[in-house]
């Protein structure tokens, strides 16, 4: 099982939201290459980027930090936030990010995941952002009336081979996952042909809810706030992973 650290980037920061919340945003860095080096020189081999610019604003802001994280690790980046047409996702894989994250595209644009995956096949993810079981959209500040689990069913459909799934109430709370809904995720991706990978995001606060998503058979977890608050250690999570049952590289 793959750990990939979070960076959110918000004013060129390294920030952390509570809840989505925007107005609830704590810097931990305003270094945020510096802390992408730090995870890679912790063992990390992947990293979560997210524009929170770009999300809120429907197209990428903060690529120039991008750029540079890029150019000084050598860590498999995946990048979500504002990649809504299929100019900002080729800009974005042209710089040398191993994977996009879509998001609004998923629920607005459903034709244009269609055809991104049908160009860059399992280097476009879907992330599947849900508050009380509804998909929320622009950067959390909109919801849906369709649940996170139908949506992932549809997009199935259009071959879309990865979804990363994020609980927003749990997010940035130290709450721990919420395994219920996951579950229920996972259900529903194993039943394509092939099965889809999940990974999973929010809430993350110790090493046993690193084994307990490992028992669940997720292929990955994001963690963020747990990391800049010392609750968990990273090299200790990445180390925890490893003992667990092994399931799909990210990526692989």
């Excluded at 063992?43 to 929170?52: E, M, Q, S, T």
């Excluded at 992932?152 to 749990?170: E, H, K, N, P, W």
Aim: charged share 20%; proline share 3%.
């Amino acid at each position: 099982m793959i750990i990939l650290p979070a960076i959110d980037l918000h004013d060129g920061h390294c920030v952390r939201l509570y809840q989505g919340d925007y107005r609830q945003a704590t810097v931990y860095s305003h270094d945020p290459v510096a802390v992408a080096q730090r995870w890679q020189e912790a063992g990390a081999r992947w990293l979560h980027l997210v524009d929170l610019d770009g999300a809120a604003q429907g197209q990428p802001v903060n690529l120039a930090t991008v750029e540079r994280i890029r150019a000084a690790t050598t860590l498999q980046i995946e990048l979500g936030g504002g990649l809504r047409d299929l100019a900002s996702i080729e800009r974005v894989l042209s710089l040398g990010i191993e994977r996009v994250v879509l998001g609004t595209s998923a629920v607005r644009q459903p034709t244009l995941v269609a055809e991104a995956v049908k160009r860059w096949g399992e280097r476009i993810a879907v992330g599947l952002d849900a508050r009380a079981g509804l998909v929320a959209i622009a950067g959390w500040q909109q919801t849906e009336a369709i649940t996170a689990v139908a949506l992932a069913a549809q997009l199935c459909t259009l071959g879309v081979a990865r979804f990363i799934y994020t609980d927003i109430a749990r997010d940035g709370t130290l709450g721990g996952p919420n395994l219920e809904a996951l579950q229920a995720m996972l259900e529903v991706v194993k039943q394509a042909q092939p099965a889809r990978a999940v990974i999973a995001s929010g809430g993350v606060r110790s090493l046993e809810d690193i084994r307990s998503l490992a028992r669940l058979g997720v292929e990955g977890v994001i963690i963020g706030k747990a990391l800049y608050t010392g609750d968990v250690e990273l090299a200790a999570a990445l180390a925890c992973a490893a003992a667990c049952e092994p399931t799909a590289e990210a990526g692989a």
